[in-house]
């Protein structure tokens, strides 16, 4: 496998195991390490989301850069943040990537990330079929909701944001370290 040619599904059995990368389209994109607010929020995110679906037993919440099979060809991986799948959805954790697209998707934003990687992935989710989207924006303390109806909503950390199905939360009051 070369840098110039297209990844495809065939080439998954391949991709490095270490290091953190999403394949866009068929091409391997680099990512640097997280930072520590990145970190951080991602932890108290996962933990508050464990408390409010998982240990209620309505699923599974997925974090560490869970790769999702976007597409085989040409091949899309993404990496996400944090996701949550119903019991519904999902009867057990598999070991590899996930084909399904999880009922909400959560990506915290810490650095400066280009509008084009923000809209291309928002896209791939959106074309994947996941339910929901939440971005939090450490940086301009916003939280950007797309529903599962589409609808798209712009939240500060200061207002109470439906994360998921009834469960609500002022990001001030979780990411209050950030």
């Known amino acids: ?18 290091g953190r990368y999403e394949v866009v389209e068929g091409r391997l994109i680099e990512m640097s ?12 995110i996962t933990e ?8 209620t037993k309505k699923g599974y919440v997925l974090a560490g850069e869970l790769g999702l099979l976007i597409k085989k060809e040409p091949l899309t991986l993404r990496a996400s943040d944090i996701a949550f799948y119903s019991k519904e959805k999902l009867s ?25 990687y923000f809209e291309e992935k928002l896209r791939d989710y959106i074309n994947f079929g996941v339910g929901r989207m939440v971005f939090v924006d450490l940086i301009k303390r916003l939280v950007l909701v797309v529903d599962e109806e589409r609808r798209i909503s712009v939240h500060s950390f200061e207002e109470e944001v439906e994360v998921y199905k009834g469960v609500k939360w002022k990001f001030s009051e979780i990411l209050e370290v950030v």
Do not use: Q
């Open 1 to 18: 496998m070369t840098t110039k040619d297209l990844l495809t599904y065939k080439d998954l059995k391949d991709l490095p195991k270490e």
């Open 33 to 44: 390490p997280a930072g520590g607010w990145h970190s951080r929020a991602v932890a108290k």
């Open 48 to 55: 508050r989301l464990i408390r409010s679906l998982e240990d």
């Open 92 to 116: 057990h954790i598999p070991k590899g990537f996930l084909h399904e697209p999880p009922d909400l998707v959560v990506e915290v934003i810490a650095e400066e990330t280009s509008m084009e």
